[in-house]
């Protein structure tokens, strides 16, 4: 043959079928390798969050009600009763309040701290401080908490300090309960966020920040053109954590809530745990549950979209 | 005017001491290469003058004005880095302005300022991309027309051309020195590429761990290099080095090649008959027998090849003699086995000599 390459006729010769074989086979194995790998993962999600799931939603449909009603079709009823439940109102109203508050103060509140922290003198001394709530149980955060805003609490006594005695009840007012609980949720949440948001910083190459400088941009205008725009993938998870988070607020709620009358009123899984367990509308309380599930589904579906359009962006 | 000036400049990173007091003379419009291997502090001494390190001691001075203090943005500097850095999620034009856009400066202006670095650079299908988009090169004439736009007094250049494959680097530099041509301002350029050096500057000026070892053109630190290192860095393959005695008459005398080398008479200071210098030579002034010009005056010596690499125009052979390895080139090369004995003739017009305690050069300084 000798050292050369095969005209174009030679190789218009050739077999186009088995040409492709090859990359046919390896396509095969590779799949099936892909579904070995992926099988125990698939088998979990399945028995333990699919099939859950589904049973929620079937559950919604009938009128289950502790040991009776669980094989009784009951259509669309129990949804129906959401629309005219005042407590369900009160409480999706209050579960927009939390997501609201969660959507900006813990992702603020992070981001400013963050920054403070980023390389700053003692920062891993304020970053622990600031993790630290984390660790605690939310019960045991709760509990603290409750005491904060007790009537002879600290935030009373220290108010008084100023403006004379304050015997205020910040947990047993409609009007300040909600916003009391989620300055508690924010203290001890804010941690995580925080941490993210310091990674997030970090990863920043430091060459267009100092190429910003030398553009003429001022610590300033380097935050808000160079800094934020590529911290915002980090922002978008904090983001999602943080309003998820605010979503299924439950246990903060629950503890501090403990004397409150109106409890069942200050959020949907609030709600739902009340209907189930104390009042054992368990079909009912499914449908609350699969509300909450889509909503939650419906945000994650738009950060996964914004994801995908601040990664192309910064592609 | 824009000439920068550093005095005594010292940086200090905690006990760590980087940059040792240099001073520099940098001319209005000229183009000043630093080089140096890593760690000498070309990088650091750089990133003072962009105001992007502080000056731990003496000063520096751009147009005859002490800007220690100033940020960067005051400078009147650009500045075009190694990894482009070019700002991920603008496109082409955004990066080109934003400069621009931040200082407040006219619309109009922007755009004409922009439309002239386009057309210069030849970015002109790129704008809308993202830095992305680009290959190396065309990312790394977006960062010079970045620093273009800003019509900076001085120009900084850190290490620009190390991401790039040989044949855009032998482009880019083409490109550069077009530029500066053009636009006639002072270019401070680190490079550890001797090559970009030589082939870019006015003035080279060779560094080593924090201190200037030489400054002068291109041709100066060539052929009159001040030390051993300067010696060794300049040049591609790098000098070759040999012990030898100083004999009767300025003779050179290096073991096992038989006759000494004559050094050109009143070019050196020698010391005294039978102390030790070092004889560096180049490899083109190893002549192989019969590749390249006869020297006018030169020594004969035989050693054995152990290593050739043709590149094609000439071969570079590494040869040994008595255990002393050196490098020569051979010009019109021919098939070289390794192990053949060849007959190789030193020019002794373009030996250099340096003292083997201070490392410096024996040349005798003209006036």
């Keep these: 043959m000798g ?14 079928e088995r040409l492709g074989s090859a990359d046919v086979r390896q396509r095969r194995r590779n799949a099936l390798t892909g579904a070995l790998f992926a099988a125990p993962a698939l088998l979990f999600v399945t028995s333990f969050l699919l099939y859950p799931v589904a049973m929620n939603v079937w559950y919604s449909f009938t009128a289950w009600r502790k040991f009776e009603g669980l ?5 669309l009823a129990n ?11 009160a409480a999706a109203i209050n579960t927009g309040i939390w997501v609201i508050a969660s959507l900006v103060l813990p992702v603020a509140l992070a981001l400013a701290l963050a920054v403070l922290l980023n390389g700053a003198r003692f920062s891993d001394t304020a970053k622990t401080l600031f993790f630290l709530p984390r660790v605690l149980a939310p019960t045991a955060a709760g509990v603290i908490w409750y005491y904060v805003y007790a009537p002879n609490g600290v935030l009373n006594g220290f108010l008084s300090l100023f403006v004379g005695p304050v015997d205020r009840g910040w947990l047993f007012e409609d009007s300040t309960i909600t916003p009391a609980i989620i300055v508690a949720f924010v203290w001890q949440t804010v941690g995580l966020p925080m941490v993210l948001l310091l990674i997030g910083l970090a990863a920043i190459p430091r060459d267009p920040i100092e190429a910003a400088q030398i553009d003429g941009a001022t610590p300033g205008q380097v935050f808000l053109h160079v800094t934020l725009p590529l911290l915002l993938p980090t922002i978008l998870v904090v983001v999602i954590i943080s309003v998820l988070a605010g979503f299924t607020a439950f246990d903060h709620i629950w503890v501090m809530a403990q004397s409150f009358p109106g409890k069942r009123r200050l959020s949907l899984t609030v709600l739902m745990y009340y209907e189930a367990f104390t009042n054992n509308a368990w079909a009912f309380a499914s449908a609350i549950a699969v509300v909450l599930g889509g909503i939650v589904l419906a945000v994650t579906w738009l950060q ?9 962006m910064l592609k | 005017m824009a000439e920068v000036r550093l005095v005594n400049l010292v940086k200090a990173f905690g006990r760590q001491i980087a940059i040792k007091g240099i001073n520099l003379v940098i001319e209005d419009k000229s183009f000043v290469a630093l080089v140096g291997p890593s760690g000498c502090g070309k990088s650091t001494t750089l990133r003072m003058i962009a105001g992007l390190e502080t000056v731990s001691w003496g000063d520096i001075r751009i147009g005859g004005e002490v800007v220690n203090d100033l940020p960067s943005r005051s400078r009147g500097v650009a500045m075009v880095f190694q990894s482009y850095a070019l700002y991920p999620h603008m496109s082409v034009r955004a990066n080109l302005s934003f400069g621009l856009r931040i200082s407040g400066e006219p619309r109009a202006e922007i755009d004409r300022r922009v439309a002239d670095a386009v057309e210069v650079l030849e970015l002109g299908p790129y704008l809308d991309r993202r830095p992305s988009q680009l290959s190396g090169g065309q990312r790394q004439r977006v960062a010079m027309g970045r620093a273009m736009v800003r019509e900076p007094r001085v120009f900084l250049f850190d290490e620009p051309l190390s991401n790039l494959d040989a044949k ?23 490079t550890h590429d001797q090559v970009e050096a030589m082939t870019m500057a006015d003035k080279i ?5 924090g201190r200037i070892e030489q400054v002068g053109s291109p041709a100066e630190v060539f052929r009159s290099p001040a030390n051993i290192f300067v010696a060794g860095f300049i040049g591609a393959p790098q000098m070759n080095f040999f012990r030898g005695r100083v004999g009767p008459g300025g003779a050179i005398f290096v073991d096992r090649i038989g006759e000494p080398v004559l050094a050109e008479p009143g070019a050196f200071v020698l010391p005294a008959e039978g102390e030790e210098v070092i004889l560096g030579l180049r490899p083109e002034h190893i002549v192989p027998e019969n590749h390249g010009m006869v020297p006018r005056r030169s020594v004969c010596f035989k050693a054995t090849v152990t290593m050739s690499e043709a590149l094609g125009n000439e071969t570079l052979l590494t040869a040994a003699f008595g255990g002393v390895e050196f490098v020569a080139r051979m010009a019109d090369p ?8 060849i007959e190789f003739r030193i020019d002794s017009d373009r030996i250099h000599l340096f003292d083997p305690v201070t490392e410096g050069t024996l040349r005798r300084v003209s006036n």
């Design chain 1, 3 to 16: 050292d050369r390459s095969m005209s174009d006729s030679e190789l218009g010769a050739l077999d186009a």
């Design chain 1, 71 to 75: 094989g009784e079709w009951a259509g």
């Design chain 1, 79 to 89: 949804y129906q009763r959401l629309a005219t439940n005042p407590n369900f109102e």
């Design chain 1, 304 to 312: 996964a979209v914004l994801q995908e359009r601040v990664d192309r």
């Design chain 2, 168 to 190: 855009l680097r032998h482009q880019m530099r083409a490109e550069i020195k077009k530029l500066h041509r053009r636009i006639q301002n002072t270019v401070v350029y680190v």
């Design chain 2, 205 to 209: 000026v060779i560094m080593r761990d």
């Design chain 2, 334 to 341: 021919r098939e070289v086995e390794d192990g053949e004995t």
